[in-house]
RNA sequence: GCCGGGAUGGCGGAAUUGGCAGACGCGUCAGACUCAAAAUCUGAUGGGCUUUCAGCUCUUGUGGGUUCAAGUCCCACUCCCGGCACCA
């Protein structure tokens, strides 16, 4: 490998690993990206999500950096004062997992992986405020988690309940509804089973509505990401209705979406869980077997039930409700497809007009009643074989026959509400964030348990309270920490008799939901984040990650940003104005990963062409928001346009070509000017670096076709060698430095300010027009672009080539497309 | 089922929003350099047909439609990716 490096940089492509070593350090000492944040220069906050610190980096987290860079060192040279900071969210389970089996403690892997992983970044040239840098894993960060924490916690929205819960029997912890993918771990896919745990909870739910409502303010999001979590919040809107209970002075609550179809209630079913219900059958006849089914029930696996091709099974709890607008006696049934923790827990059962309510009836012969007529045929309850759930005119239905179910829908719910039968509500299938995990190397939750006071937050005075180091964490189902005396054992705060601390820590998204404020004033000891500086150069002006974080993350940051804009300390209330989400770098068709050993190192690549190749074709190897297979190979093309490029720049005062020159001096400073357009405007949009690029590299195409002959054209080629590097410099920050400095400049590269493009320049007098007969392009004609359409068309009709196609033949219409096309109508 | 995004040469992908389809790059082929190979450079490169320094014709997942003109707009459909889903 190192003959051929050798070789190939005394052949004179171009030395690359000698240039990009010695920018990197100019960088450095030069501090370029070390950001004056008081300074009165227009803002530019860009920040690309902070990362695990893995061992070794692939290709494919190289996208996400060197698409942040290039868009800060982009706004550097739009004379934006950049703020790009990187940090590492530092906790969490694979350094825990690691150390179990090499026994090296977590604090010291990570550490010493973030050392790693700062290497590799500073290898690939991409710039940080490295002054600015935060870690999640120690405890002058930790400290302002556990003080949101508390903030949460005054505010009522931290909170501790018994519930089932979500548990990986494999990470031995409790995990988050967002943390659970099609019923597996989100990290290690082991199948999700449900415990009923006492467990710390986040009340995002308060916040369902904004976070929904909000949600328009983002213009700059993707739609996917919007969706998802609108999707995840997933609103509706109905009606609780209260059914009253034959025989009994109580009420069954029933949430419904379909109000209008409440006349054809002919039953009533209760998740077998609700608490109503051992009252209800507790004189029953059939007591023991209902029971039996309840245990039966509860014994089913939580996903399994709720799966959607599970059998549906029922039983009849002998007693009755009353349908409150038709006052019929309807049969309460126990079934296990209604779900105790959405809505009521409790359905009004529409057989008619719900699918899944006809499939039930069917089963058990429950009575159907038609409700809505079917404007194509007439319903009949005895034929129907499967429900009616399209719209149609109410039938049956009191007061409301013959109107439109969708107008009575309001009607009805009208009626409801003055006649106290039940209330317009919402529901939200959004849970409350479960935020304990019973792991070792995370936050602890700052709660002291006592006696006579109970749970007690730590004063914030107190904090940090610091994870201990020495500790066996070998994970049990229990927090490592409860086996650790001295961290446990403590005093109450309030009446200073002996207690506990809570020995769960905190999930790490929590740590990762707040730390773009820490950014602003990271070594500050006495606040988590300065009011002033974060106001001012918040929101994020630039967001850059995976789409994999559509939920769990971006969801979590826009809740504790909304936390604390209601605390007043924060004036804004989303913390990411416009969201870029990357694409994946797919290898062999699939996401790189270890287990899968698809893993491209960068290592090799830039070892053999240089980092500015490696970043180079990352950035045009296709949309950047779409995913995208990588291949060595076609890196190759970037390392040749390298090194045409740097022919070019070197020689361009002294520029000779072996070829016929097709370009004229005109047309290539037209071309110059269109190219920093294109770049420009493919810069300024949605970060289409791979058009960005290709226009670059037909510019450098045009220049090798050009010969230079005067001294015009000596200054024109400097002038295109001067752009070319200004243009390619957000891409291949190191060679263009050195280009830079090569065509007689001072000082980086990233300090000049970016080309404009001077429209003069771009006016042609001479334009090519397509001549279409019928629409298909019969010929082709120069013209001066400010040709008027009579001579226009006289030129083209007399063509030659035209004239074989519309002899003998009647024109009707020519359409004339100024500058561009003609197409005659024969 | 609902929502979102897609489908363009051998491959990755362009196409100024209705105006020359296939830019740019990879690969392939040919040539230069070389004893030779690699690397590098130069050129050609969607398919079919013909009378081949030219020209015709077909071609953007499928089938219809609108238009002087459709990858782009409309209708119907197929397949792929992602999210949600016994959610009442």
């Not at 350090?25 to 906050?45: C, G, M, N, R, T």
């Not at 209008?260 to 077997?289: F, M, Q, R």
């Not at 029971?291 to 696996?301: G, H, L, S, T």
């Not at 497809?337 to 809505?343: C, E, M, R």
Request: with cysteine.
């Amino acid at each position: 490998m190192s003959d051929n490096k050798n070789e190939t940089q005394q052949e004179g492509i171009y030395p690359f690993s000698e240039i990009e070593s010695r920018w990197q350090s100019f960088w450095d000492q030069e501090k370029i990206f070390e950001v004056d944040a008081l300074s009165d220069k227009p803002k530019f906050y860009c920040l690309v999500m902070f990362p695990y610190p893995s061992a070794a980096l692939h290709v494919g987290h190289g996208r996400n950096y060197i698409i942040g860079d290039a868009v800060a060192r982009y706004k550097l040279m739009r004379g934006f004062n950049v703020l790009s900071p990187m940090g590492f969210d530092a906790f969490g389970l694979p350094a825990e997992n690691a150390a179990l089996k090499t026994n090296i403690h977590p604090k010291i892997s990570t550490l010493s992986n973030i050392e790693r992983m700062k290497k590799q970044l500073n290898q690939w040239g991409v710039g940080y405020d490295w002054s600015r840098e935060v870690a999640s894993c120690l405890p002058n960060y930790y400290k302002w988690t556990q003080w949101i924490f508390l903030k949460l916690y005054e505010k009522g929205l931290a909170y501790k309940k018994k519930a089932a819960v979500n548990w990986c029997s494999s990470c031995q912890t409790v995990l988050a509804n967002e943390q659970v993918v099609n019923d597996a771990c989100e990290r290690c896919d082991t199948h999700v089973e449900t415990k009923e745990l006492e467990q710390w909870f986040f009340k995002i739910t308060d916040y369902a509505d904004k976070l929904l409502d909000d949600l328009k303010l983002l213009e700059n999001w993707p739609d996917r990401v919007k969706t998802m979590q609108r999707n995840w919040i997933g609103r509706s809107e109905g009606v609780t209705i209260e059914f009253p209970i034959a025989d009994e002075e109580s009420k069954l609550p029933c949430f419904t979406t379909r109000v209008d179809t409440i006349h054809g209630a002919t039953y009533v079913v209760l998740a077998p869980e609700h608490p109503l219900v051992s009252n209800l059958i507790k004189d029953v006849d059939e007591k023991e077997n209902i029971e039996a089914f309840i245990r039966k029930v509860r014994a089913e696996d939580r996903i399994e039930r709720m799966s959607e091709d599970g059998e549906k099974e029922g039983v009849f709890t002998g007693r009755y409700a009353i349908n409150p607008m038709t006052q019929e006696k309807i049969p309460i049934w126990l079934a296990n497809y209604v779900l105790f923790d959405y809505g009521t827990g409790c359905v009004m059962a529409v057989p008619t007009h719900d699918q899944r309510d006809f499939l039930f009836a069917k089963k058990y012969n429950l009575p159907l009643r038609v409700v809505i007529d079917n404007p194509k045929e007439a319903l009949k309850e005895s034929e129907m074989t499967e429900a009616y759930e399209d719209e149609g005119v109410l039938v049956e239905s009191g007061a409301f026959t013959g109107k439109g179910n969708q107008e009575s829908w309001n009607l009805i719910a009208d009626f409801m509400e003055r006649n106290d039968i039940g209330k317009r509500s919402i529901n939200y299938r959004l849970k409350d964030w479960l935020i304990s995990r019973q792991r070792y190397w995370g936050a602890p939750i700052p709660i002291i348990y006592c006696d006579t006071c109970g749970a007690v937050p730590v004063p914030e005075s107190e904090l940090p309270v610091v994870l201990p180091e020495e500790v066996e964490f070998k994970p049990t189902g229990k927090s490592p920490l409860q086996d650790n005396a001295d961290f446990l054992n403590v005093k109450c705060p309030k009446c200073q008799s002996d207690a506990r601390r809570e020995v769960d820590t905190m999930d790490t998204f929590v740590d990762s939901s707040w730390y773009y404020l820490r950014y602003l004033s990271p070594n500050d000891e006495t606040k988590a984040f300065d009011f002033d500086l974060v106001n001012k150069w918040l929101p994020v002006d630039q967001y850059i990650g995976g789409v994999e974080h559509a939920i769990l993350h971006l969801l979590y940051s826009r809740f504790i940003t909304k936390v604390l804009h209601d605390l007043d300390l924060l004036s804004f209330s989303e913390p990411f104005k416009n969201l870029f989400t990357q694409g994946m770098i797919i290898k062999d068709g699939a996401k790189m990963s270890k287990s899968k050993g698809n893993v491209v190192s960068p290592d090799p690549l830039i070892e053999k062409y240089g980092a500015d190749t490696v970043r180079l074709y990352t950035l045009f190897i296709g949309p950047p928001e779409k995913d995208a297979e990588w291949n060595d190979r076609a890196a190759d093309g970037s390392f040749r346009f390298l090194g045409r490029v740097w022919r070019f720049v070197t020689q361009s005062s002294d520029w000779k070509i072996a070829g016929e020159a097709k370009w004229k001096s005109k047309d290539l400073k037209r071309l110059l000017h269109q190219t920093i357009k294109k770049v420009t405007e493919d810069l300024e949009g949605d970060f289409h670096f791979n058009t960005a690029i290709s226009a670059i590299m037909e510019l450098i195409n045009a220049c090798f076709q050009f010969q230079q002959q005067s001294e015009e054209d000596k200054a024109l080629l400097n002038e295109v060698a001067l752009n070319v590097t200004l243009l390619i410099a957000p891409f291949v920050p190191h060679v263009s430095e050195e280009l830079w400095s090569r065509l007689g400049n001072e000082g980086s590269i990233f300090r000049a300010s970016w080309p404009s493009f001077d429209a003069d320049s771009l006016k042609t007098d001479e334009v090519e027009i397509v001549v279409q007969v019928l629409g298909k392009v019969r010929a082709r004609a120069c013209v001066p672009s400010d040709i008027s359409e009579e001579d226009l068309k006289k030129y083209v009709l007399a063509d030659e080539k035209v004239k074989t196609w519309i002899d003998g033949k009647e024109i009707r219409k020519i359409i004339i497309v100024p500058n561009k096309l003609v197409n005659i109508v024969v």
